[in-house]
């Protein structure tokens, strides 16, 4: 009697011991941490080889349609290709581009641009140029526009995940957009619909020039 007791014993705490082992090991796993997420510029590459079509294989100076990519901060490619995929922002062309793309697929893109080196532009119309950095520097006071420089910084490079990039940009691009913000056919930024929705042509055609030659 007492030999089986001795046994049942022993099999419990095995038992006992190899639940304790089991769940052991399980928080053990639980807590390994998932390795961070490396974006790569080589795989973005390769994914942006449709991209070239529209914006050059570097995403440097392409059509003036067409947004320069290069050196465009990462965290702001993504968020556009984001927001193309969800129809946020309305484009048909990108939308169907970015509809085919994982979150990864829109970082390692982003990583590949974001590392090329800003092209300088010029400005082109001389008569506007003062205008244009006014209100880039010191906003429209009579119309509360502030400086686009508060936000997108002195030389235009911007400031990373929260504003883009501007100087050297198309100055036929960024008209275009403003006007979208301002018509309300670009909706993905309330800030830049209220801003647009004071200025006229002329300012955003001044504003637009200017930034094309801002480095």
Do not use: W
Not at 147 to 166: F, K, T, V
Request: proline share 7%; hydrophobic share 40%; charged share 20%.
């Amino acid at each position: 009697m007492m030999s089986r007791m001795k046994s049942l014993a022993l099999s419990t705490l095995s038992a006992a011991t190899l639940a304790l082992t089991v769940l052991t090991s399980g928080a053990a796993l639980a807590a390994t941490p998932t390795p961070a997420f490396k974006p790569d510029p080589a795989k973005g590459q390769a994914l942006a080889a449709t991209c070239g079509a529209c914006h050059m294989q570097d995403g440097t100076r392409g059509l003036p349609s067409n947004p320069i990519l290069a050196a465009q901060h990462p965290e702001y490619i993504v968020k556009q290709l984001t927001e193309y995929k969800s129809g946020k922002r309305a484009n048909a062309i990108m939308q169907g581009f970015a509809s085919g793309l994982s979150e990864e697929d829109m970082k390692h893109i982003a990583a590949f641009y974001s590392r090329k080196a800003p092209i300088p532009g010029v400005a082109r119309d001389p008569k506007t140029v003062a205008l244009g950095e006014q209100i880039y520097r010191g906003g429209i006071k009579a119309k509360g526009v502030p400086s686009c420089a508060g936000c997108h910084s002195p030389n235009g490079a911007g400031i990373p995940s929260q504003y883009p990039r501007l100087g050297g940009q198309h100055a036929e691009y960024t008209e275009a957009q403003l006007l979208a913000f301002r018509s309300g056919q670009r909706r993905n930024n309330a800030q830049m619909m209220t801003i647009a929705a004071k200025m006229n042509d002329a300012e955003i055609k001044a504003v637009s020039d200017y930034l094309a030659g801002l480095r």
